[in-house]
């Protein structure tokens, strides 16, 4: 399959890890995320977030629609870069192969590209 990214939201697995596969891997039931088959080790808010953005590949997301969705406030409060923050600790931690799956829409927000 070569370098393609495969997204997959999984049911319980049977097995405790998933050896040997490669990818990103959100597991919502169990709240982890694999990349590559390595666990990455998420906060609660970069879990959601990346879990938001993996739900709907493509869809360009504000970042007051992510505030919304993903903190649970009704409206952009603070600077604005909270978002930006999180993103750029998520594409850390996804490492040099997948941190681009998360693209930069400029002057408006995010897109997740599997």
């Known amino acids: 399959m070569g370098a393609a990214l495969r997204v997959v939201r999984l049911p319980v697995p049977e097995a405790d890890e998933p050896a040997g596969e490669e990818g ?17 080790e998420l906060t609660y808010l970069e879990f959601e977030l990346l879990a938001h953005l993996v739900d709907h590949p493509h869809r360009v997301h504000t970042r007051g629609h992510l505030v919304s969705a993903v903190w649970g406030y009704g409206q952009h409060v603070g600077d604005g870069r909270t978002v930006d923050v999180h993103i750029a600790r998520l594409r850390r931690k996804l490492g040099p192969r997948h941190r681009g799956r998360i693209v930069t829409v400029r002057r408006v927000g995010y897109k997740y590209v599997p």
Do not use: I, K, P, S
């Open 24 to 40: 990103v891997l959100v597991d919502r039931e169990r709240r982890t995320v694999h990349v590559d088959g390595v666990e990455a």
